[in-house]
């Protein structure tokens, strides 16, 4: 059973029972007709869709931003900025896929030789709850601008935000089943990857689903995009403007309650200012308040459920029983719901879970560096490699390490997020393949090699 359950107040919001195996092989075949379709219109007329898309999303702003702050109880602000993030995304593919996707000769023995993109067919898109709009757009706007259609899988505790996006789809004017979501469980997705009418994957989720969902694909030579964890490096030099660089990794740590795989979470800050950015740090926590998430005053939202909230706060006590500072928080808060005190950790060392493991929450880990070197060495010396930052008021130092991050993009004076215009994706642990930009509308085509004489 699917449970939509109110993380601000524990309220089961409604339920759904999991698709029987005749009622999604049903719909997978209604959406294999409805791609060839879907393929065959010219891109223009799929841009006319897309565009329909975004202006659908900028209609029922309020009420699908409102519908993601009772489901997986992000403060309501932030769920409108992601509905306004999706009509963006939905717009620039619309303008922009046809150059991505444009022949592109190449010179070669033939008379004429060229590159084709070419959809591959079904995309199964495997989605999380935490951004639950976003993640699902960044992914299907540019596969179904290629072509392709998409079905989704999305995570169990955002039912009604599944179910609201492919009544999104119709309203924008998509023939019918070029998108449909799947109410199926965990299990069933195994089956449907292995499902000769899924073409290809993506995944949004855990290193450990990630390599489970890349065994399965592997096995049925299916190709796939991993999207997954991340500790992402926030270094901060001796020179960095504190009061900016502090009002920025407020930002960083704690925007979506710290659910975010590319949110800041490992804090390598020089000990020459180490006291003067907890301290600015600290100052703009403690101006959090706890509140209804749909209210403009509130800084501390819910948790999306409460076993995640657990699970954060172990994580928290552990570090504590390993020489980890606790200098804020560290507690649930309320008597209900699934909320969490901003959390502040101090003199974080390698060996703790705030160093070693993704702290999916409120919780910042403080590690103290003796120069930019030993920064670097601990930035990288993790798992994940999916984003990092480094502060400073040398953009050319900053940038130089930067470079020097494993990562997947790294940013200089600014908040790692997510750019229609700019290739998204990790290494190591955080995964492989990109989304966004022309690189990622290319992970879902064949690329075709045209030879004529």
Known sequence: MFRSINPATGEIRNEFAPWTHQQTDTALHKVEHAQSYWASLDITQR???????????????DDYASLITDEMGKLLREAQAEIDKCALGCDYFADHAESFLRDEVIASDASRSLLTYQPLGILLCIMPWNFPFWQ????????MMAGNAVVLKHASNVPQCALVLEEAFLQAGFPHDTFRTLMITAEQTE???????IAAVTLTGSSQAGRRVAAIAGQHLKKCVLELGGSDPFIVLADADMAFTAKQAMFARFQNMGQSCIAAKRFLVMED???????????LVGELRLGDPKSETTGIAPM???????????QVVRSQKLGASLLLGGTPLGEQGAYYA??????????????DEELFGPVAAIVRTKNKEEAISLANQTPFGLGGSVWTQDALQGEALARQIDAGCTFVNGVVKSDPR????GIKDSGYGRELSYLGIREFVNIKSLWIR
């Not at 841009?47 to 702003?61: D, G, K, P, S, Y």
């Not at 699902?136 to 596969?143: G, N, Q, S, T, Y």
């Open 47 to 61: 841009a006319e869709c897309m565009r329909n898309l975004a202006q659908v999303f900028r209609l029922h702003r």
């Open 136 to 143: 699902l757009i960044r992914a299907a706007a540019p596969a």
């Open 191 to 197: 089956t449907v990857i292995a499902d000769k009418r």
């Open 273 to 283: 200012v180490a006291d003067t950015f907890i301290a600015r740090l600290s100052d």
């Open 304 to 314: 999306a459920r409460i076993d995640l909230r657990d699970d954060l706060h172990a």
């Open 342 to 355: 901003p959390t502040i950790l101090d003199q974080v060392k390698p060996g703790m879970p705030a160093f």
């Open 422 to 425: 700019l290739p998204f994706g």
